[in-house]
């Protein structure tokens, strides 16, 4: 995955390459998520990230594009236990997901467990590494502290984790430039960072790249791509300097 530096002139293709799609609503049918999977692999995002029981439907649908299956694993509070979560994981793999996202667990983390945090990130990251497939957690940044959003960066990074995820976009509150900058200083820098829930916009999308940010989760692809277009038509798709906030930067729901 590219990390874009400030200045860096993107394609639209660049943005596609960010996007992890979100179909979590509990509402979504079989048949809408079908749909909805096949027009974006026609788009060539990175992933589509479904539900649990979606996963093979969602494979099926994204075959033969680029576009690959994401999940999510504990969602969306994280307190489903380790062995519920790493049986969850390894059912996804099975169905072809090739990307997890996980929910930690936030209770224990705000508890001050910091150990049984570490060791259930652990044990899904061994499954997910074991099958080829990279591991997200998902922090829920709107309900933790700044103190609590930087030890989480620090034990998902000794747990193995390949991402750091702020939200999962049912709690209330989403990615803020803020929290992002917390978590991109405080996980090591092999360890990247996915900004998802209230990026909306092309501005929001590239002021999270100057930022560290090399995954967007979002419903609002289209939205993106068209500005992406725009932007790029104008040649004024580029990367801005680290640390301006951007008013749509909300943190508000996908």
């Not at 990279?134 to 984790?161: H, M, N, P, W, Y």
């Not at 992002?180 to 998802?196: E, G, H, T, W, Y």
């Not at 929001?204 to 609002?220: D, F, N, Q």
């Not at 068209?226 to 580029?238: D, H, P």
Request: hydrophobic residues 40%.
């Amino acid at each position: 995955m590219a990390t874009y530096t400030p200045g860096s002139t993107l394609t639209v293709q660049d943005v596609a390459d960010l996007i992890d799609h979100a179909l979590l609503k509990p509402e979504l049918t079989p048949q809408e998520v079908e749909a909805s999977c096949r027009a974006l692999a026609e788009q060539e995002i990175w992933s589509v990230c479904v539900r649990p029981s979606d996963v093979a439907l969602a494979r099926q649908a994204v075959e033969g594009h680029s576009t690959r299956v994401c999940t999510v694993i504990g969602f969306p509070h994280g307190t489903t236990t380790t062995t519920a979560k790493v049986a969850e994981a390894r059912q996804a793999l099975e169905d072809g997901a090739t990307e997890l996202d996980m929910v930690l667990n936030i209770g224990r983390l705000r508890g001050g467990d910091l150990d049984a945090v570490r060791d259930d990130i652990a044990a899904v990251v061994e499954v997910g590494h074991a099958a080829g497939a990279l591991v997200k957690v998902i922090f829920e940044t709107a309900l933790l502290d700044d103190e609590q959003i930087a030890t989480a960066a620090r034990l998902s990074t000794e747990a193995g984790a390949d991402f750091v995820k702020t939200s999962t976009g049912f709690a209330g509150g989403g990615a803020t430039l803020p929290d992002v900058r917390i978590m991109r200083a405080n996980a090591d820098p092999d360890v990247q960072v996915k900004a998802s829930g209230g990026v909306r916009d092309i501005d929001t999308l590239l002021a999270m790249c100057a930022e560290g940010v090399t995954r967007i989760g979002t419903s609002s692809t289209e939205a993106l791509l068209e500005g992406a277009r725009e932007r790029a038509e104008a040649g004024t798709l580029v990367v801005p300097e680290p640390g301006a906030d951007v008013a749509s930067a909300d943190g508000q729901g996908y």
